[in-house]
């Protein structure tokens, strides 16, 4: 089983900034996909951004703002969030795909989300 856990979240005034990061822990052999999703009130979960291999995705509503990355060696992915608006307010989860080691099984893993608040 393959854990993430998020931290950083917080409330932030519009054009403040925030730092979010997921730790994956457990049976991991490989973490072939890692990102960030977001649900705000009333909506439908979307991406943010998402690491696969050496390629980054963003959504184009966060392009020039987040920059995701990633530390390999502590299986930690980061969400750098600059120059916040209100409408980025939502509960943002990790995501982690890869294959385990105990069982050689595909995982798809989420985090417990963490609340990220921008005021106006």
């Known amino acids: 089983q393959v854990r993430l856990v998020e931290s950083g979240g917080g409330l932030v005034q519009a054009g403040g900034s925030l730092r979010l990061s997921c730790t994956a822990s457990?049976?991991?052999?490989?973490?072939?996909?890692i990102g960030w999703y977001r649900q705000a009130p009333g909506k439908q979960r979307e991406l943010v951004a998402v690491?696969?291999?050496?390629?980054?995705n963003y959504a184009d509503s966060v392009k020039g703002r987040f920059t995701i990355s990633r530390d390999n060696a502590k299986n930690t992915v980061y969400l750098q969030m600059n120059n916040l608006k209100p409408e980025d307010t939502a509960v943002y989860y990790c995501?982690?795909?890869?294959?385990?080691?105990?069982?050689?099984?595909?995982?798809?893993?989420w985090g417990q989300g963490t609340q990220v608040t921008v005021s106006s």
């Open positions: 995501n982690a795909r890869g294959l385990q080691s105990s069982v050689w099984r595909p995982y798809d893993s």
């Open positions: 457990g049976s991991i052999f490989s973490i072939n996909v």
């Open positions: 690491c696969s291999g050496d390629s980054t």
